[in-house]
C-alpha cells in the first residue's frame, strides 16, 4: 500500500508500528532508529501510524469565521475572480485582508480552483435539465422589475425608511432610491427618476400588487382599473405596467434576489447615521453596475452588458452607457 509521508519524516509507517509494539526503552529505540527520544514518545502515545496535518490549530487570520462564510458564499455563488473577490471584500466585508490571505481562506475551504467551480456547477445543470425548470423568457433591455425592501431604523432616525429598487431583466442594471414611506406619490417619483437615469427605453414594469402601485384589489373584480397614479405615469412614458400574479412572489424574483444581497450587505455593516447607510448601498449599487460579474450574463457586469446591447441594437437606448474602467486582470 502506498504510504504518504511528511517531507522532512525520518520513519516509515512500519517503523511506527514497530515503535508502538516494541519493548524496548525509549533511549534504545532512538538509538535503533536514528531519531530522538522525543519522537520515540510521540509515536509511542499515538493509536495510528499516520501523520497529522501540520495546519495551526488556531489560524491568525484578518476575516473573522463569519466574514469567511460571506466570502465563500460570494465565491461559489458568483464565480468571483480573485482581484474581483478580492475588491469587493476590501469594500464591504474587511478592508483589511490581503490578496494572499484571501487566496490561502479560498484554499482552505477549497474553492480556489474557479474552473473547477465552474465545471462542476455545469455538471450539475446538465444533470438537472430532465426537471425541466421555468426560466424567463428572453426579453431585450427595457423590462424592469420594482419592488420595495424595509430598511432597518438607524440611530438618528424616528422611523424606518424604505428602498426602492428596479432591475432590467435583460441586463440587470439595478437603480435604486430611498424614500420615507411606500405611498402613491414615492412610487411615482421613483418611477420618474428611474426614467430619468435608465440609458434604455423603458417597455415594460413588473410590480407587486401593492396599493402603491395598483388598485386591483378595491374592486370584485379584482382587475385594475388604469386609473391609479403608478399606472398613469407609466402610460406617461409609455411603459406597460404588468402585475405578478397573486400569491405568486416568485415570479418578482430577479429583483427579491437583489434585495437579499442588500440585506447581506446591511447584516455585516455597522451604521452611525441614515446617511452612512444610504452612502453604503449606493455605493454598492455602483459596485454592483459597473463591476460585479453576472453569471446569467456570460460572466460579465450590468454595465458591460449595457455596452454589449447598444452595440448590437442602439435603438433601444435613449443615452450612452458610460464607458467606466474595469477591474486589472
Known amino acids: 500500500m502506498t504510504q504518504v509521508l511528511h517531507t522532512m519524516a525520518r520513519t ?4 511506527r508500528a514497530e515503535i508502538q509494539q516494541s519493548n524496548l526503552s525509549q533511549r534504545k529505540l532512538a538509538c535503533q532508529f536514528g531519531v530522538t527520544r522525543s ?3 510521540k509515536w509511542q502515545n499515538r493509536d495510528t501510524v499516520e501523520d497529522r496535518s501540520h495546519c495551526p490549530h488556531t489560524l491568525h487570520t484578518t476575516l473573522s469565521s463569519d466574514q469567511e462564510a460571506v466570502v465563500i458564499a ?3 455563488t458568483l464565480f468571483l475572480p480573485l482581484d474581483d473577490l478580492l475588491t469587493i471584500t476590501r469594500e464591504f466585508i474587511n478592508s483589511k485582508v490581503s490578496r494572499s490571505g ?4 479560498l484554499k482552505r475551504h477549497k474553492v480556489s480552483n474557479l474552473r473547477a467551480l465552474q465545471n ?3 455538471d450539475e445543470n446538465s444533470s438537472s435539465l430532465s426537471s425541466k425548470a421555468k426560466t424567463f423568457k428572453n426579453y431585450e433591455p427595457g423590462f424592469l422589475h420594482i419592488d420595495i425592501k424595509y430598511l432597518p431604523q438607524m440611530p438618528d432616525e424616528n422611523q424606518r425608511r424604505y428602498l426602492f429598487v ?7 442594471w439595478v437603480f435604486i432610491k430611498i424614500y420615507a414611506d411606500q405611498s402613491q406619490d414615492s412610487s411615482v417619483d421613483f418611477l420618474k427618476q428611474v426614467q430619468k437615469h435608465c440609458p434604455v427605453h423603458i417597455q415594460k414594469i413588473l410590480t407587486d400588487n401593492g396599493t402603491q ?3 386591483r384589489f378595491n374592486s370584485k373584480v379584482k382587475e385594475p382599473s388604469g386609473k391609479h397614479a403608478f399606472d398613469q405615469a407609466c402610460q406617461a412614458i409609455g411603459a406597460e405596467h404588468r402585475l405578478i400574479p397573486p400569491r405568486k412572489p416568485q415570479t418578482n424574483g430577479m429583483v427579491e434576489r437583489f434585495n437579499g444581497r442588500i ?3 446591511i447584516k455585516q455593516t455597522r451604521f452611525a447615521s441614515a446617511k452612512d447607510l444610504e452612502d453604503t448601498l449606493m455605493n454598492y449599487t455602483r459596485i454592483y453596475n459597473e463591476h460585479i460579474p453576472q453569471r446569467a450574463l456570460n460572466h460579465l457586469s450590468p454595465l458591460q452588458s449595457l455596452q454589449n446591447w447598444q452595440t448590437k441594437k442602439p435603438k433601444l437606448f435613449k443615452i450612452s452607457v458610460p464607458n467606466h474602467a474595469g477591474l486589472d486582470n
Open 12 to 15: 516509515t509507517h512500519h517503523d
Open 39 to 41: 519522537t520515540i514518545i
Open 74 to 76: 460570494l465565491r461559489t
Open 102 to 105: 484571501l487566496l490561502r481562506c
Open 120 to 122: 462542476a456547477l455545469m
Open 166 to 172: 428596479a432591475i432590467d431583466r435583460a441586463t440587470r
Open 213 to 215: 402601485f395598483t388598485d
Open 263 to 265: 440585506s447581506e450587505v
